[in-house]
């Protein structure tokens, strides 16, 4: 994957994360405060925990901050896969940020 490739697919993964975000807060009542600042968003809820979503361009790969662990994700070519498991991002962020907001919340890729 070319650094070009990398860039618009991890653009768009956190785009995704915002749209979702601003989805979720107008539909339940998870008020999660979504701050990016260049290739890092920061997903703050209620209860004060935090998802942290970098991006790690020199590795073309995505990190995900959450309680329970770190974890990397590696495009595949159709989408963002967890290097140790194989498990897919988006299902594992709507696992973490339903954990930690209390609710069941989905985030999905665009």
């Known amino acids: 994957m070319t650094d070009t490739?990398?860039?618009?697919?991890?653009?768009?993964?956190?785009?995704?994360?915002?749209?979702?975000?601003?989805?979720?807060?107008?539909?339940?009542?998870?008020?999660?405060?979504?701050?990016?600042v260049g290739g890092m968003i920061t997903m703050s809820f209620q209860n004060g925990s935090q998802l942290i979503v970098n991006l790690q361009k020199p590795l073309h790969e995505i990190w995900l901050a959450a309680r329970s662990g770190g974890y990397h994700y590696r495009h595949d070519g159709r989408m963002w896969v967890d290097t140790k498991t194989g498990e897919e991002f988006f299902g594992n962020l709507s696992r973490e940020a339903t954990l930690q907001a209390g609710l069941p919340l989905v985030f999905a890729a665009a």
């Open 5 to 36: 490739e990398y860039m618009d697919h991890a653009e768009a993964a956190l785009a995704a994360i915002e749209k979702a975000c601003d989805r979720i807060n107008d539909a339940t009542d998870a008020d999660i405060d979504n701050q990016r």
